[in-house]
């Protein structure tokens, strides 16, 4: 763990610190861990939240999977559902990831 030994005094005005703060939280990030990041010059990634997309993705995901069914049943005719099927099942897989980790950072 890294010792912070120097305290540095730093003036904001109201308003710059309210952006700062903002900017912050929506990083996930205590204030110091914000402004150490960027004056380091550090990548800041600030990711809304993924659950609405991810419940998006899963009824996309159920429409698929009936169509599917009805393909293979021969009540419809379609091409190559199954390629696209698992195209989808990688970006849910990716977004799930993603959100995992925004998760994780936001409880330390």
Known sequence: MRKRN??????FSDHELSV???NAKKAHMSRT???VSAGMGKPI?????LRPTLAELR???NNV????RKVNSGEIYCVNLSEFSEQLG??????YTIQKEVD???QQ
Do not use: K, W
């Open 45 to 49: 990634v600030i990711l809304d939240d």
């Open 6 to 11: 120097h305290v540095v005094p730093i003036r």
């Open 90 to 95: 990688e970006v849910a897989s990716g977004l």
């Open 20 to 22: 700062i703060d903002a």
């Open 104 to 106: 994780r950072s936001s």
């Open 65 to 68: 999977n009936q169509l599917t």
């Open 59 to 61: 009824r996309i995901g």
């Open 33 to 35: 861990e914000y402004l």
